[in-house]
Nanobody, 128 residues
Framework: QVQLVESGGGLVQAGGSLRLSCAAS????????MGWFRQVPGKEREFVAA????????YYVDSVKGRFTISRDNAKNTVYLQMNSLKPEDTAVYYC?????????????????????WGQGTQVTVSS
């Protein structure tokens, strides 16, 4: 069992930056592929980024490439999402998730059901 707790959300003006953190419980963090997702009320949850177990490989949705960076610190059991040049359309609840599968098995177009554990989410609001 893995418990995930996100933090770092908040209100920021367009063009600003935020860094989200997701702290995981347990001693097996390095064995999980980690992902970030976001959801706007009334819309489906959207994949944002994922990172391999070692941190050596990453994958992003096109809309955040060049603006967002996913990283992880396995010694701290934490995954991060650095978000720069934020836009109002980035406003959403952001969730982190952990998967026992390899990175290649949990990125689009593969289903989000490949992830085994989910956090409770943190709100990000970008004002124009």
């Amino acid at each position: 069992q893995v418990q995930l707790v996100e933090s770092g959300g908040g209100l920021v003006q367009a063009g600003g930056s935020l860094r989200l953190s997701c702290a995981a419980s347990g001693r097996t963090f390095s064995t999980y592929t980690m992902g970030w997702f976001r959801q706007v009320p009334g819309k489906e949850r959207e994949f944002v980024a994922a990172i391999s177990r070692s941190g050596g490989s990453t994958y992003y949705v096109d809309s955040v490439k060049g603006r967002f960076t996913i990283s992880r610190d396995n010694a701290k059991n934490t995954v991060y999402l650095q978000m720069n040049s934020l836009k109002p359309e980035d406003t959403a609840v952001y969730y982190c998730a952990a998967a026992q599968r390899l990175l290649s098995m949990v990125v689009p177009p593969l289903p989000q059901s490949g992830y085994d554990y989910w956090g409770q989410g943190t709100q990000v609001t970008v004002s124009s």
